[in-house]
């Protein structure tokens, strides 16, 4: 498998033309056109899909005709703009937004008496909507306006008149706003097919160019169809791309995409140059350009429909989908996967009606040659890396799932908080800008290591008589393989003989305890009491000991006894 490639896990169907795809960060993917049928269940121009391509049952808004923009907020509710009337029943002109599952925002209603191509949230909430509406809730805004969060008509901004349609829009860092369309003037100044406005709407001084977007290090994108402009996409690094159907830009050859530095003129160092229109564009992570249109060849190359280029605009060779019409609309996914929607029927030769989703690049290959030394609640974890963009590994132990990453080249981590004296397997996972890949085989397992105390009462005699003194001690002992921490032994003394001596032990009725600190493994501490016996009997027994070091069970000594006889004379 290769970037470009089919993935067959994923297998959509639409019986018409898929205008907008979007995907949401669970995994599932809206789609909107201006189909009726969604794997044969019928949805009206907008639905979702489950990751694997099968129709989200839960989510059918309805609209009653074409949606041609989908934009996700961060809250999860979806705003769709296109050529509608209600939604659900529901009267709704043109721009609605949906709750996350689909039912109608019944608070936002924007009412735009045109359709509207293309929606830009703005950071602190606010959209921008462009199509060709006149006016939006009875007021009047021509081809482009902003709304505030709830829908209402944002008054702070208002376009000069625009001699045609919007279908791009996008806002630049600094809060301009560049369009794209097939208008020719802007506020009756001359403007063709793309113009800049200022933050509240007004047209830009000092931007005059045909079909051109601005990044945010000013170079410039365009995208279009004829003399329309349809896209306009900031590249991750602030360049812009221009895409449309158009043979010369600023006089010199170019067909179908650009790149224009900051004044508009041309950057003559990108000309991929595609055969045919270019509809839609996005952007990856890394700096590649994703296209899609009408094209079959880029740069003379045969590339069917969507074509992935290198930063520098010259075409990738490892990226080859072959659609067998146009694409329309690209969407990338968080982990790299690229989704794609128009009016194709096959991708790559397989059936694909209308909607695909496309491998990113080749599966990232799993580590190999996972091995770990164990050490006290940890684990030095190493392994051989993979050949390829990969950014980090991390390493999973199991049981308990605790991790560490590794910044690539390194090929070890170290994962801590491990539980003592426990076997642990760990598996490694690689991972490049789009995600991880499949975890590696597990590695032989380790056991940390553990503390671990025994308890032993000792009496040098077993004989004394009655009344006379007995030395008894009571030894713990560090039997594991890390030491005991905070060791304490004590001694129970039974009925029949009493205490001549305690040293520094600590007396609870006949409990004597020892603090004995921490032991070192293979290591011993004795502590002894002087006792005397009192009573007239023939054995004292019973006499125990124990042992505990923190966070271990308390340890019991084997009971002793000492035979007492009678005092003669």
Known sequence: M???????????????????????????????????????????SVARLNPDGSLDTGFDPDANGRVNDISLQ???????????????????????????????????????????????????????????FSTVGDTPRNRIARLTADGTLDTGFNSPAIGGSVYALVVEPDGTVLIGGDFTTVGGAPRTNMARLNANGSLAAGFDASAIATQSDGQMLISGIGTLVFDIALQPGGKVLIGGNFTTVGGTPRRGVARLTPDGSLDTGFNPNPNNDVVDIATQPDGKVLIGGGFTAVGGVLRKRVARLHADGSLDPAFNPDANSDVASIALQPDGKVLIGGSFTQVGGITRHRVARLLGGPPIAAPTAVAA????????????????????????????????????????CTVTGLNSGTAYRFTVTAANQFGPGSASAPSVAVTTPGPGVTATVLLPRRRIVSGQSLRIAVRASSTGTAAARSVTACLVLPKGVTVVAKGSALRSGRTLCFRQGDLAPGRTMTSLVTVRAVAKRKVIRGITGSARAAGLPRVQAAPRSVTITPRRG
Request: with cysteine; charged share 15%.
């Open 373 to 412: 030394v164990a050490g006290e609640g940890q684990a030095a974890v190493t392994w051989t890396g993979v050949v390829g963009d990969i950014t980090a590994y991390t390493a999973t132990a199991s049981p308990g799932g605790a991790t560490c990453t590794a910044l690539a080249p390194a090929t070890t």
């Open 74 to 132: 961060p809250d999860g509710k979806v705003l769709i703009g296109g050529v509608f009337t209600a939604l659900g029943g529901v009267p709704r002109n043109n721009v609605a937004r949906l709750n996350p599952d689909g039912s109608l925002d019944t608070g936002f209603n924007p009412d735009a008496n045109g359709g509207v191509s293309d929606i830009s949230l703005q950071p602190d909430g606010t959209l921008l909507i462009g199509g060709w």
């Open 2 to 44: 290769s970037g470009g490639d089919l993935d067959a896990g994923f297998d959509a169907s639409a019986d018409n033309m898929v205008w907008a795809i979007a995907a949401q960060p669970d995994g599932k993917v809206l789609i909107g056109g201006n189909f009726t049928a969604v794997g044969g269940v019928a949805r009206h």
